[in-house]
């Protein structure tokens, strides 16, 4: 059955509401409880690695921190749009767009929402909806193909060198070493990333190439942050020189 993409847009988005204002209203009722859990098993891990890493100082200390909240806090919700993504048989493309996107978000940044269910929402339309988008969606020819992931790649490493790595004003990334090192990582990956575009078979996987780059990319831009009332940590702590 030919999937109808008109339709299916506000659909998925009722669909993705419903599900989550279920689970987070449950988790809202535990969330007190929940931060302190995850507080306990951030300061246990940072224990060790004082440890084990006795040279790590109090900024980097808090950048590791941070990291450990993420993923901890990230568990739960990614479980859940596994779910959703198998319950939707989708969990093949879903896997293969976490491969894509998870290294170079990681290298990149990019906004992370304030609320559980904006998370929950931004995070499944860009590691979910990006499959749906990419199965629905076809380029006319090869050389508008070429030329699109031309224009992709030549703005996602404009951006790159402007704003990666996307931090927040919570934690932000001051050291120059470490930016630096981000910037290259994240212009290799997408390197490496639209170059397999036109090397897989599979539309979808192509697309995903292109699109799971253009996607992430929009997220580490300074306008995204100002639609979102987020601030980029690095560009305040330079205005506060």
Request: proline share 2%.
């Given at each position: ?11 998925f ?19 007190k ?12 891990l ?25 993923i ?5 919700k990614?479980?859940l ?16 767009s ?8 990681t ?9 559980h269910?904006?998370?929950?929402i ?6 979910l ?13 090869l050389?508008i ?5 031309i ?7 404009i ?30 990956w ?12 599979d539309k ?5 190439c292109?699109?799971?780059?253009l ?6 831009m ?18 506060s020189?």
């Amino acid at each position: 059955m030919k999937l109808n993409f008109n339709n299916f847009v506000p659909a998925f988005c009722s669909f993705i509401t419903i599900i989550s204002n279920y689970f987070f209203v449950e988790i809202s009722l535990i969330q007190k409880d929940g931060l302190l859990m995850i507080d306990k098993i951030c300061n246990f891990l940072m224990k060790r690695v004082k440890q084990k890493m006795p040279e790590v100082d109090e900024e980097r200390a808090e950048v590791i921190r941070y990291g450990f909240e993420l993923i901890i806090g990230e568990v739960p919700k990614m479980i859940l749009i596994f779910i959703i993504a198998a319950l939707l048989g989708k969990l093949k493309y879903f896997l293969i767009s976490i491969a894509i996107v998870c290294p170079y978000r990681t290298f990149s940044g990019g906004i992370h929402l304030k609320t559980h269910i904006g998370c929950f929402i931004s995070t499944t339309l860009l590691y979910l909806g990006n499959v749906f988008f990419c199965e629905w969606f076809s380029f006319s020819n090869l050389y508008i193909k070429l030329i699109f992931a031309i224009g992709v790649y030549i703005f996602s490493t404009i951006m790159i060198i402007l704003y990666a790595p996307a931090d927040t004003d919570t934690v932000p990334i001051l050291i120059k070493r470490d930016r630096k090192i981000a910037k290259m990582k994240a212009i290799i990956w997408i390197t490496i990333i639209i170059s397999l575009s036109f090397i897989f078979k599979d539309k979808t996987i192509s697309n995903l190439c292109i699109f799971g780059v253009l996607f992430q990319t929009l997220t580490i831009m300074k306008i995204s942050y100002r639609i979102f009332n987020i601030k980029l940590g690095y560009l305040e702590y330079e205005k506060s020189l």
